[in-house]
């Protein structure tokens, strides 16, 4: 009885062994451990507005054409963008410099014959930028740049455009081929709303370049808008590498600096502008007009910096140095004031320099809209002939554009049609009072 007793409780207990083991198996396979959920670390959104095309920053500010003894123009945006669209379709070959020496003489009689249309840039475009916008057939296009486009709208003999590329910077001329034109487009969007444009004056000087400025008074609009802030420290976690690190402190009453030990942002609160230096990246060594163009769009694309309507004005490979210009309704704005201007200074590696605003007109809703007439072009070349104060000789553009003034009680920013000339890189505005201004309603 006894050993039957053993070999019965040994064969229970080695069930219950079974049992045991089965259920540990069980309860392992289908454990799932119970965690404390990982909240993911939030994006920081840097951009603090629209990133932009090349060919929303690089663009035409006038357009002049000549026929039959009538010179014409146009400055709306309206215009210059449906031309530029229609060319964008074409295909450039056959790029050849014809001269190296161009003189101003030689480039007023290609803009003055007939049957052509001049596109004019505020300073040299590099070609390999512009091959993004109009399309060159060319590998190894030149780093030359261009700040008349000019083209010949007779058809040649195999049904093609010749197209004029010139520099009034480095007297420069190129010659090429348009392929691909779409002649029924062409007539309609670029030829025949020619006749609509208004009537342009050339304005000769005897061995310098002419001016083409308006031969009619022109209804104009004074612009009042509310004054919108962009938060600097937008900008700081924007332009900083580490943000975190970036420390803040008051310099006086009117300026603020932010620094990480490497980098610094100085912030004026009185012209509300900005300047960020990166003092390692400093160099001496010139750019490539192309890469330079590239560089600068890139880099205030990277934190959509193009917060009203920015354009390419001004560019110094040799400094690294490139401006695009605040701009209302396809005309400039400039200030005394304050800045209108985005400037970068390339460095090594990476931005040097960038100045800049950090208002921005709040255009949803102006604030007051006053009708006045700015007197024409052809009076204000007349009227600066007569100013001591100004060499007309050395005068190189003259256009119309506003002039901003702040009201800091209201927090306004107000605009004002006015005519500016551009003279040793300055531009300066031409006082109202010295065209009349109370007749003309500009003051």
């Known amino acids: 009885m006894g050993l039957k007793y053993i070999e019965h409780a040994k064969t229970i207990f080695l069930t219950l062994l079974i049992v045991l083991s089965v259920t540990l198996t069980f309860t392992i396979w289908t454990y799932t451990p119970t965690y404390d959920t990982i909240e993911q670390t939030p994006v920081v959104n840097i951009l603090i ?25 146009s400055m709306t945006p309206f215009d210059l963008e449906r031309v530029v669209n229609v060319m964008k379709g074409w295909e ?63 058809r040649s003999n195999n049904d093609q455009l010749k197209v004029y590329f010139a520099s009034s910077k480095t007297n420069t001329l190129y010659s090429a081929v348009a392929r691909d034109v779409d002649w029924e487009l062409f007539e309609q969007k670029v030829v025949g709303p ?29 612009y009042t808008y509310y004054l919108k802030e962009i938060d600097t420290r937008r900008f700081q976690d924007a332009l900083f590498s580490d943000p975190s ?17 490497t980098s610094l942002m100085n912030v004026n609160l009185l012209e509300r502008t900005l300047s960020f230096v990166n003092p390692s990246a400093e160099t001496s060594v010139p750019a490539i007009p192309s890469k330079l163009v590239f560089d600068s769009l890139y880099y205030v694309n990277e934190h959509g910096g193009w917060t ?17 210009q605040l701009y209302l309704l396809g005309y400039p704005v400039f200030s005394t004031e304050t800045s209108t201007k985005i400037t970068t200074f390339w460095g090594d590696p990476g931005i040097y320099n960038y100045l800049r605003p950090y208002y921005t ?4 809703l102006p604030f007051d809209t006053v ?28 256009t119309p554009g506003y002039h901003l003034t702040r009201d800091n009680e209201k927090r306004l920013l107000i605009l004002e049609p006015s005519w500016f000339y551009l003279s040793n890189n300055q531009w300066i505005r031409l006082s109202p009072e010295d065209l009349g201004g109370g007749q003309f309603g500009l003051e």
């Open 308 to 324: 009203d309507e920015y354009r390419f004005a001004k560019i110094n490979p040799a400094t690294q140095q490139i401006d695009y």
């Open 361 to 364: 007109l709040d255009l949803s």
């Open 49 to 73: 507005a629209e990133s932009k095309r090349v060919d929303d920053v690089i663009k035409p500010y006038k357009m002049i054409t000549s026929r039959e003894n009538n010179m014409a123009g």
């Open 245 to 261: 690190l970036v420390r803040q402190s008051p310099v006086g009453t009117t300026n603020e600096e932010y620094s990480d030990g």
């Open 371 to 398: 009708i006045s007439t700015l007197p024409s072009g052809e009076k204000a070349s007349r009227v600066m002939q007569t100013l001591k104060e100004i060499d007309f000789n050395n005068v190189d553009e003259l």
């Open 92 to 154: 450039i070959s056959d790029l050849t410099l014809e001269d190296n020496d161009l003189t101003d003489d030689e480039l007023n009689d290609l803009i003055g014959t007939h049957h052509r249309y001049t596109l004019f840039f505020p300073d040299d475009v590099p070609f390999p930028v512009y091959d993004n916008i109009l399309p060159f057939s060319i590998t190894n296009i030149p780093e030359d740049g261009f700040d008349r486009l000019i083209v010949n709208w007779n």
């Open 194 to 222: 020619t006749v609509d444009f208004s009537k342009f004056t050339e304005i000769q000087r005897k061995g310098k370049l002419s001016l083409y400025v308006s031969a009619q008074d022109v209804e104009s609009i004074r």
